[in-house]
């Protein structure tokens, strides 16, 4: 006996079949799922939801995630309010209401991934940005390949970039001398790194935890774009 319903009614032109943790699944992982057309990324993308996931991601892992005691390090203590963040903040949906049925399917499929439960994972968000001592080049390479290549594909040329919306490395610093003046283009990418989208400047830029990408990786990534 599956544990969700079905939602025959909700899901035009799927299997009747389908359950509500199949349809919650299909959402996770479609770029579509917000319905916005500045928006060509999923849940998937920045979240993994098995052990063994190669990636650096932004997003915390999934497994265990209705479980746990606190999102956002803490500061958020809802898990519905720790969605709603992501899905208007880095995918630009409107409010997604909580009693809908694309909210309880997606409830469903992450209620479907075991892991530990009660614990609060850090997330630790830099205030004041600074530049950060550089690294060894070849090691940022391969940070660059797990944090930065799926989104941003190839430097220079951007190939394999999952959305053109992207930006491309490092061509895109040398329009910082023009909107930032007097600032570092690396110190712009740090900001970008540790505050995504709220840095002002557009785009979908999810913030790095110093968790997730210490500075001292970072310093290393900045070596491997020549910044």
């Known amino acids: 006996m599956k544990r969700a319903l079905v939602l025959s009614v909700l899901l035009a032109g799927c299997s009747p079949d389908m359950t509500a943790t199949e349809y919650g699944a299909l959402l996770f992982h479609d770029p579509g799922f917000a319905g916005s057309k500045f928006n060509t990324w999923s849940c998937h993308t920045c979240h993994a939801t098995r052990a063994g996931d190669a990636r650096i991601l932004s997003g915390a892992p999934m497994a265990g995630v209705v479980g746990r005691g606190g999102w956002f390090g803490g500061k958020s203590q809802g898990l519905f309010d ?29 209620a479907s991934l075991e892991g530990p439960t009660g614990e609060v994972l850090p997330f630790t968000v830099v205030g004041n940005v600074a530049d950060v001592a550089r ?73 790095y935890s110093t968790e997730a990408l210490s500075d001292e990786e970072l310093g290393a990534v900045l070596s491997y774009l020549g910044l």
């Open 82 to 110: 720790a969605v709603q963040t992501c899905y208007v903040s880095f995918m630009r949906g409107s409010d997604l209401d909580q009693d809908s049925g694309h909210a309880r399917a997606l409830y469903e499929y992450l």
């Open 135 to 207: 690294g060894e080049p070849d090691r940022g390479g391969a940070i660059y390949e797990r944090a930065c290549k799926d989104c941003h594909g190839n430097l220079h040329t951007g190939d394999g970039r999952n959305s053109s919306r992207a930006s491309l490395l490092p061509e895109v610093t040398a329009e910082y001398a023009n909107l930032f003046p007097g600032v570092p283009p690396s110190v712009v990418v740090v900001e970008k790194v540790r505050h995504g989208q709220f840095f002002g400047v557009g785009g979908n830029m999810p913030l």
